[in-house]
């Protein structure tokens, strides 16, 4: 079974304070320390990225299939999933709802001027 790692386990190895290098992409954890220096796209970029989710930044880089391939040789783990998901915006609570009285059905209208034609 793969290793499981909190957000705040993989936050602290950013690359800093002589903390390794880890990173995350598409929810799998990765150790990248001693793939830093030889980036053909800088130490940088990966260190922007030290300890959070990475795959954007990795999919918009345009990687080769190499690069992906490469990428697995590093894998440690998989992230733990959030344990509370936020609730989705836009919901509002049933209760909190007004319900707008409904017009009163006006009376047929009587013409005052109307009169009985006798004939
Ligand atoms: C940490 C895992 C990463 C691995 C294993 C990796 C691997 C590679 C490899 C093998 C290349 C050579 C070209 C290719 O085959 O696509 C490359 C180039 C490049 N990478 Fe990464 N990369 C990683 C992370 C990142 C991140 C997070 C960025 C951020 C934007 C990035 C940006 C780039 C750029 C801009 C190039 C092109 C460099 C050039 O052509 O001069 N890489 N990467």
């Known amino acids: 079974m793969s290793q499981i790692y909190q957000k705040s386990e993989v936050a602290e190895r950013n690359g800093k304070n002589g903390q390794p290098v880890w990173i995350i992409y598409k929810g799998n954890v990765y150790d990248v320390t001693s793939f830093v220096e030889r980036h053909p796209g800088g130490d940088e970029l990966i260190l922007e990225v030290a300890g959070k989710d990475a ?65």
Request: charged share 20%; aromatic share 4%.
């Open 55 to 119: 795959t954007k930044a990795f999919n918009s880089a345009g990687h080769s299939s190499d690069a992906v391939q490469q990428l697995k040789e590093f894998k440690i783990g998989e992230v733990a999933i959030d344990a509370q998901p936020k609730p989705q915006s836009g919901q509002k609570s049933a209760g909190l709802q007004q319900q707008q009285p409904l017009p009163e059905p006006k009376p047929a209208e009587k013409s005052s001027n109307s009169f009985l034609c006798c004939c």
